[in-house]
């Protein structure tokens, strides 16, 4: 049949099992969103407030439900608005296929009004990059971005697409959806070398990131932990692979990791790092990280190994499908000495104090677990909240924590949840954890979840001021806090009403309960507001370059 490009554009996404994509209208994309209007019985369009926040929401469907994301803008500022959210979504390898409008091919390279060359801006931040030009390359070049998007270390794909391709015609014949297959080939020494330096361990540990999350290969990990009792930490973007309550789970590694996953990782002799990058944030001391241990890596991409931490061995390929080549060969093993050091260290782990009088963060996240149950699936921003969150929630399943881990995007929360909430249809609650100056930055997403009547609940940590840069002054500048306090006046419960959404502000404990249960009968979205004092720390800290020497807990 012969159809125009946007109605091509159309097909292929309906054809690739796409039911939602995320964007803001243009006239460049004008003809796509024609297309979409007819196509709507098939595909539903969220239209954000701004692109980032479409960008983000986008990032977050896809971090939800492990499907591709769509975003769609138009030329010029519409594409470099996406900017952001591309190179989140890069950072944390997040599968996302964002459509660009663009000038007509006629007037490309003419400085015409909106055109940017998106492609040549967004190189560093995609796996790659697609460039329009005739309409009969367009259906299969669609197709070439959700395969390369989920295909080995998943990531985004851009496809610029001019005007005047969108209101070409040409034949389209339709094809299956395509269904990347990655397979893992490993050679038997190698996974022999691995297993002996498994079964050989003394002291093992398990290190694991977001590969293990990505290629859901939880069961496959837990199965290897249980078999040769290794204890187990995370880093963020693994949050929830593990269930808070399992005894191997020692909780968060790194900067405001516990003591334990720390002291752990210096007195192994075996670091088994599965699905991570060594990033700077856990291996704070390259020279340093796990210098009494062996480290074995396995991870999709063979440019991580040996990038931020020289390695020992390495197998590279799918996780989940290594781990299951791998379990067979690896012995049932107990290791009582190790895991009696590893109990005396946790007896000594920091924890905070309740305090009745005030909002101490911990609580409040506390009962936010307590009431939303563990359906819940939690959104952050970035800054002390996103910490918080990370050490207090009691994460009970992938793909229900979702922040920005890489790029550590202040403003990510909103329209991530917004995604996120579109995702389960409303069936899970959704709550938005983020601090003032996370939210203020894209705040405006209250509309779109107003709009379509989204049930997003966010909890707002107010403490003033910019609290992880002024935590970081407060340690490493000598009190000097210099553009840490804004001086905002912001009335929270106002401007959410304004809005057309519902606000609360509180002060102690049971006025936080009290509205954040009125909060989960919602039927739109709500936020709350909670004073907390400026001077509140993410504890435990080791600076930037330390070890767990270095470690600060007060």
């Known amino acids: 049949m012969r159809l125009t490009g946007a109605d091509i554009f159309a097909e292929v996404l309906v054809e690739q099992g796409v039911d939602t994509l995320f964007g803001y209208p243009g006239g460049a994309v004008l003809n796509l969103y024609d297309a979409l209007y007819k196509y709507s019985d098939k595909l539903r369009h969220i239209m954000t407030a701004h692109e980032q ?9 896809a971090r939800a439900t492990g499907k591709t994301g769509v975003v769609l803008a138009t030329s010029g500022p519409g594409a470099t608005n996406l900017v952001t959210g591309i190179a989140t979504a890069y950072m944390d390898s997040i599968p996302m296929v964002a459509i660009t409008g663009n ?121 290897l932990a249980r078999k040769a009792q290794i204890p187990i930490a995370y880093t963020m973007m693994a949050a929830g692979v593990l269930d808070y309550g399992d005894p191997l789970n020692l909780g968060l590694i790194g900067m405001h990791g516990c003591r334990t996953t720390n002291k752990a990782v210096n007195e192994a002799d075996l670091v088994l790092a599965v699905g991570t990058r060594f990033s700077d944030r856990v291996a704070l001391n390259g020279d340093q990280f796990a210098h009494q241990a062996s480290i074995l890596q396995i991870d999709i991409d063979p440019s991580e190994v040996n990038k931020n931490v020289s390695v020992d061995h390495s197998l590279v390929g799918d996780v989940r499908q290594t781990l299951q080549m791998l379990l067979p060969l690896v012995k049932e093993t107990e290791h009582p000495a190790w895991m009696e050091q590893i109990k005396a260290w946790q007896a000594q782990d920091y924890r ?92 405006n997403e209250a509309c779109t979840a107003v709009s379509y009547k989204l049930p997003v609940i966010t909890v707002i940590f107010n403490n003033t001021v910019l609290g992880m840069v002024r935590q970081w002054q407060t340690v490493f500048y000598g009190k000097r806090y210099s553009s840490t306090d804004p001086h905002r006046q912001t009335d929270y419960v106002k401007l959410a009403e304004g809005f057309g959404a519902k606000g609360y502000r509180c002060k102690t404990l049971d006025e936080f309960s009290a509205a954040f249960a009125e909060a989960l009968k919602a039927d739109g979205p709500v936020w709350i507001e909670c004073l907390i004092h400026k001077d509140e720390k993410v504890l435990p800290m080791i600076p930037a370059g330390g070890s767990i020497e270095d470690i600060i807990l007060e």
């Open 352 to 443: 905070p104090k309740d305090d009745a009088s005030r909002l101490c963060p911990h609580q409040v996240i506390g009962t936010i677990c307590e009431l939303a149950g563990p359906e819940a699936l939690y959104v952050t921003d970035v800054g002390q909240h996103q910490m918080w969150a990370t050490q207090y929630i009691r994460h009970v399943r992938p793909r229900s924590f979702l922040t920005s881990g890489g790029l550590g995007t202040m403003g990510f929360g909103y329209g991530a949840a917004i995604g996120a909430t579109v995702a389960v249809d409303a069936q899970r609650p959704v709550i938005h954890i983020t601090g003032d100056g996370s939210f203020h930055m894209n705040l």
């Open 53 to 61: 926040g479409a960008a983000h929401a986008a990032d977050g469907y």
């Open 103 to 223: 000038v007509g091919t006629t007037l490309i390279g003419r400085d015409s009004f909106q055109e940017v060359y998106i492609a040549g801006i967004t190189m560093p931040i995609t796996k790659h990059n697609f460039v329009m030009r005739r309409v009969e390359e367009l259906a299969d070049v669609m197709r070439d971005a959700f395969r390369i998007a989920q295909t080995g270390r998943k990531g985004p794909v851009l496809v610029d697409i001019p005007k005047d391709v969108t209101s070409a015609k040409t034949e389209f014949t339709p094809k299956p959806p395509v269904h990347p297959v990655y397979e893992t080939r490993l050679e038997e020494d190698a996974l022999t070398r691995a297993a002996q330096m498994i079964n050989e361990a003394k002291r093992p540990f398990l290190y694991i990131g977001g590969g293990v999350a990505a290629s859901g290969a939880g069961e496959e990990l837990q199965a």
